[in-house]
């Protein structure tokens, strides 16, 4: 059998998709080739890019045989543009494809025997994002106010990105007409030299808009003047933040910030509470689908109004507020101070007075829990995309709660740490998908997990009758 070589063409079958949304086909070796932009059941003739020993990568030269769930791509920087991967698909198989992501990585990897039968998708899947960072370079034909090209840190100038709010796009058209009409230079990440890196926009559900921008410095050359157009921009702006960031870093936000005009931070809604956002502040950033998450995770806590739940990775205290209206005390720890703070006053911004919340990491609350006798009965975890350290898995199971509840932004982390669990004596009990993010890759789990009851061993088996 010839060996295949770079630049080959062979016709493929699509059998499925990668965890990055890229499509799945065989060569006649077994090799496993990944395709972008196409759909499973479609037959092409595929290009050969690079090829290694188990694996290849190409690109689709000619459709023979197209899918049923192509569509035409709705977005004029599909291609280009890094931050969508299933615009030539329908929604039916991107919620199809992210589903059974899910379901393979749980039995896979986490070695769990479960259907994953339910994803929540999204009710619209256009403009859904409350919050964009745009990066600011300086391109060819002048500044560019946009997106990342895929797998690389070039900018893409992008005027109208279909997942941003209206709001969010014209603040970027704006910055960039400033920026060219005042001779503002764009940040140089291969000499660290120019000023404006990033540009920040978080909306809310009211329509209003707070702006940060992020520089290689201290100030903005005619501030003011900046000021006064973004606000001549967007009528429902509420503050103008400067941030300075001077380091070498693929970090987004430096440690200072000055407020330029206006407010530093937004109220938002969400599952009811009112919550107010800082521009470090994380929050989720799909509102509608992120209540949809939050109903899915108190519902698989089943609480009665009695239970003590420990949120770990509390954050602003988003999900331990959720779980306060039904439980009897609920107890978030966090390792930002800055966010237990945030917490605390969103506890009292909202009247709820059976949450309490904890700066430390995971040890450290397990340990303050012990010493108070305080066995939580219901865990809550919602940890970063990394998942959970493997002492933090031993912790869960030496504080034996009943049920924990996993909320999981990676498939493959989450099954990772569902096998450690699995091993320290808790089983999957029920997983659902939901899509906080359409047409990208990313997508959202929320698992429960029972304690195993364990049998007790008898000498006599005459004396279980």
Same mark, same amino acid.
């Given at each position: 059998?010839?060996?295949? $070589? ?16 890229m ?14 932009d ?8 595929? +290009?050969?890019?690079?090829?290694? $020993? *188990?694996?290849a ?7 023979? %045989? ?19 991967q299933f ?10 494809a $992210? ?6 990585? /749980? ?7 479960i259907t ?6 999204a009710?619209d899947t256009?403009?859904y ?5 745009f990066?600011?370079?300086?391109g ?19 005027s ?16 960039k ?6 001779g503002?230079s =764009? ?6 030299k120019?000023?404006?890196?990033? /540009?920040? %926009? ?5 329509? #209003?808009s ?14 003011m ?10 009528? =429902?702006l509420v503050g103008?933040?400067?941030n300075g960031? &001077? $380091?070498?870093? *693929?970090v ?8 330029l ?11 009811g509470?009112?919550f107010r956002?800082s ?9 509608e +689908?992120?209540?949809v998450?939050?109903r ?6 089943? /609480? &009665?109004?009695?239970?003590? %739940? ?13 779980? =306060?209206?039904?439980a009897?005390?609920v107890?978030?720890a ?5 966010a237990i703070e945030d917490?605390?006053?969103?506890a009292?911004r909202?009247?709820?007075?059976n949450?309490?919340f ?22 809550c975890?919602?940890?970063p ?16 709660? #009943? ?10 982390? /989450? ?10 004596g808790?089983a %999957? ?11 990208? +890759? ?5 698992v429960l997990l ?6 007790? #061993?008898?000498? *006599?088996?005459? #004396?279980?009758?």
């Amino acid at each position: 059998m010839t060996q295949p $070589k770079k630049n080959t063409v062979h016709t493929l079958d699509i059998t499925g998709y990668t965890a990055e949304g890229m499509g799945v086909a065989r060569l006649e070796d077994g090799r496993v080739v990944f395709v972008p932009d196409t759909v499973r059941g479609e037959q092409w003739q595929v +290009q050969l890019l690079k090829v290694n $020993k *188990n694996v290849a990568w190409g690109k689709g030269v000619k459709l023979l %045989v197209p899918s049923p769930q192509r569509v035409p791509s709705d977005c004029p920087h599909s291609g280009p543009c890094g931050g969508c991967q299933f615009r030539h698909m329908d929604y039916a198989e991107e919620l199809q494809a $992210k589903r059974q992501r899910v379901e393979d990585a /749980l039995r896979r990897v986490g070695g769990v025997d479960i259907t994953v039968d339910t994803i929540h998708g999204a009710a619209d899947t256009h403009r859904y994002r409350n919050k964009v960072q745009f990066p600011v370079a300086k391109g060819k034909r002048g500044v560019c106010v946009g997106l990342f090209r895929a797998r690389s840190h070039d900018v893409i100038d992008v005027s109208d990105c279909l997942l941003q709010s209206e709001q969010a796009n014209a603040l970027g058209r704006t910055l960039k007409e400033w920026m060219q009409r005042t001779g503002v230079s =764009a940040y140089d990440e291969s000499t660290g030299k120019g000023l404006v890196r990033h /540009l920040y %926009v978080r909306t809310n559900r009211a329509g #209003e808009s707070l702006v940060c921008l992020v520089v290689n410095g201290k100030k903005l050359p005619d501030e003011m003047g900046l000021v006064s157009a973004l606000r001549a921009c967007v009528s =429902a702006l509420v503050g103008v933040v400067l941030n300075g960031n &001077t $380091k070498d870093t *693929n970090v987004i936000l430096g440690d200072s910030y000055r407020t330029l005009w206006g407010r530093d931070w937004l109220e938002e809604q969400l599952c009811g509470l009112t919550f107010r956002l800082s521009v470090p502040s994380f929050f989720q950033i799909n509102r509608e +689908q992120t209540e949809v998450l939050y109903r899915r995770a108190v519902e698989f806590a089943g /609480l &009665t109004g009695k239970e003590t %739940v420990l949120d770990l990775y509390c954050g602003i205290g988003t999900i331990s507020l959720a779980m =306060a209206g039904k439980a009897g005390r609920v107890i978030g720890a966090e390792i930002v101070p800055e966010a237990i703070e945030d917490a605390k006053a969103n506890a009292a911004r909202n009247g709820v007075s059976n949450a309490e919340f904890f700066c430390g990491d995971a040890g450290e609350i397990a340990h303050k829990l012990a010493a108070e006798g305080v066995r939580p009965d219901v865990i809550c975890v919602d940890p970063p995309r990394k998942g959970l350290a493997a002492q933090v898995t031993d912790l869960l199971a030496d504080m034996a709660p #009943e049920r924990i509840v996993y909320v999981s932004c990676d498939p493959a982390t /989450l099954a990772r740490d569902v096998k450690r669990l699995g091993e320290r004596g808790y089983a %999957v009990k029920r997983a659902e998908a939901v899509d906080l993010f359409p047409r990208t +890759q990313h997508v959202e789990t929320v698992v429960l997990l029972n304690r195993k009851k364990i049998t007790p #061993e008898v000498d *006599n088996p005459e #004396e279980m009758v």
